[in-house]
């Protein structure tokens, strides 16, 4: 079985900064692609970064220029710091994860990040 651990969710202002962590743990012998993924209020979840076991990364559209993901693949760990946090980043945070042996994949059990003033 595999587990995910999130953390560094909480509240910020506005402009503010905040870094997000996720570790995996249990029986893998390699991860293919990792993400963050975040579910606001009343919306459906959406992709927010990924990034590939070789570094390459893709962000939504929102993330762009704000949000920074990286990975260390002998830690099997992944981080997401998110700069120039607004209003609408608003949303509970999930880290994700592919296996590259099987196929499977996994979910954490999300991290609420809050963004008022």
């Known amino acids: 079985q595999v587990q995910l651990v999130e953390s560094g969710g909480g509240l910020v202002q506005p402009g503010g900064s905040l870094r997000l962590s996720c570790a995996a743990s249990g029986s893998i012998f390699s991860i293919d692609a990792m993400a963050w993924y975040r579910r606001a209020p009343g919306k459906q979840r959406e992709l927010v970064a990924k990034?590939?076991?070789?570094?390459?990364?893709v962000y939504a559209d929102s993330a762009k220029g704000r949000f920074t993901i990286s990975r260390d693949n002998a830690k099997n760990t992944v981080a997401l710091q998110m700069n120039s946090l607004k209003p609408e980043d608003t949303a509970v945070y999930y880290c994700?994860?592919?296996?590259?042996?099987?196929?499977?994949?996994?979910w954490g059990q999300g991290t609420q990040v809050t963004v008022s003033s």
């Open positions: 990034i590939s076991s070789g570094g390459s990364a």
């Open positions: 994700y994860i592919v296996l590259g042996a099987t196929g499977l994949d996994f």
